[in-house]
């Protein structure tokens, strides 16, 4: 079926710039589909180029820049550290190359703009994630609430407590002015799963951060409260510090699909409190491409990933997540919608890249919708500061 | 025992200004504490007089205004309708009887303050309750809390997903101007216990409401963030429309103690579709004294009251509670504090009067500390109407 399909569609060559835990998780999704073909990656590490290029017989690079200059890809996947995003799209779109950014796309709204421009005025189509709004569960209570089977999305709420400040992690993760902190790595998860269900228009945000542990200088919570321009209201709550872990209330279920053990309590801040930072830096590099703690999630075996709690009321009945789909609490009975877990979130990734390039369908997330929720990361930081609400500028409807 | 208490210590002598299901649920407290004497009623229900006197041998009376005159009586309980509170406290107060006025203790903050001003000009104690932050499980977090044992608190979460719109209603609980909807009935609730824990100062209120079914046209949810002065937030979360249960998050136990069957679906919502606003009332008067849906709690085999699911997060550990008490989160070790479920709320609503009555104990639960708790449901109502941050201005601190 695959090469029949690639016969009569048109193949997009996709190259991988960064080969970390986003670059190497992105892997599987870019074979799956059958008309990408996955050609070229940049890393500087000579090891992890050998490797891939046995892996896939595919080019590699050492430099970002000599990837976006090369003749065998049409797209590239950019998984580099988000301080360097910026620079990296305009490499990409000067030369023409489509772009898959990882999430937060960058650090400001002017950072935002220029990388929005830079695509736009070389005509190549700029997708932003992975995030968790590209999920199946996510997509499918998106068109539930788009339907109106359930009246008017009212309220959307999430709840994530898990160990994110502990894991093993780069500099540039624990300090805010990078793009650390789980503001804005987390908090772009959920503000991109709330935004996607109630529509993408948010109005202004409430919200307090905190910074509990000074030996981890960034946010390491959040408390959120969004209301979109409907009058619709959100809130996003945070804890990364390893104490309660929401996957209590989610059958178990994590952030990447399989039921997790809670026999060992707090394992990530003890682990952590008995290396250096340089060793952590190793470790954490240990599970990117290749690396000894890579991650192999064979999907069809596990659940679809649970981004925490998420409960969605419209008028008319609420919606959460289900082991295997979602429930539905609707007027007259509970149901369940199945949701194979074969199809995952970063299909959709490079899906919603190939529909845009190939057939013309309008991406969801785009270089103004990630833009948007920039700019609610960017304002729950300041209402932090300032304790007050902020009226926010530049949001965008979903394009569904 | 209790009779050799009853010889050492005073006895307070208490009456009951209403029947109905608030008034008759705080019976078995009364009649447990060793030194509290249930000694009057009134009622306007001919039937529920004759049945209170013969079950207590106790006086009864048609009038609150006969109760409050009665030489019987140290102190009143008044469950009578939200609106007519001011009035009854008054008439208490004006007769030097202490105290206890239900949830929400007034509409206004004017009422508030003519309560609270005659209350202390004749010298009598005001308690306000119950309210679920007298629960062991609230009163223990708290405790925690204040200890500093978890470090600051910085957080609390409280979610109450269930069919309080469809339950029974008598007309002024569909009616905000009366104080009815669940920010006035049930938010009253949530916001005490999330103050007390918080230690009581609210500096502002970012709120909205919901309306969604018009044949009940009150509020029937809300999203709330709130943020206190040290900077700790908050949020409480409403949905009363009987779609999601949030008792399948809280092991299944409900907010009067017991595992609730989910086996039938939309329940309330369904029975309430078939009768009619008269019939309504009648079926909920039968919930009150002597009536055939009167609920008879064996409290000691049940677990302590869930109002919703409350997860409470300090910088060191998180709590929230178990079936048998609370889990504590912290820095090394998960643990549960277990707490007996003979101890309710409701027996620490008559100790907290008796104490200060007798032992000089100052009330936590004061009419200056229900003000600040019906300021925050005002707040609530004004920032959803508003779209806006509401700042705060009576808010007091738990004394503790």
Redesign the interface.
Known sequence: MAHLQRKESPVLRIGIAGLGIAGSSIIPAFLKHPNVQLSAAATRSKERREKFASDYQAETFHSIEELCQSSSVDAIYIATPTELHTEHVLLAAENKKHIIVEKPMAITLEDADKMIEAAEKNGVVMIVGHSHSFEPPIRKIREIVRSGEL?EV??I?N?Y?NDWIYRPRTPEELDTQLGGGVTFRQGSHQFDIIRLIGGGLI??V???T?V??LTRPTEG?H?V?L?FES?????A?Y?G?D??HSTE?TYGISEGGPVVSTDV??KS??TIDQVGRIEESQIKSLAGYGGSRAKQYDHAENHHPFFG?T?V?C????I?QSPNGL?V??????YEIALPAAATGRDAVIAELYDAVYNDRPPVHDGRWAKANLEVCLAVLESSKQ???IYLNYQTAVTD
Chains 1, 2 share one sequence.
């Open positions: 009246g009212r309220m709420h709840w407590f109005r202004s409430r919200a307090m905190g509990w542990d919570s408390t409260f209301e009058g619709a209201a959100a809130t709550v804890n510090y104490h309660f209330l309590y707090a801040r003890r709690l409960v009321s008028e008319k009945g609420d959460r429930y609490y609707g007027e007259d009975k509970r304790r007050k609400e």
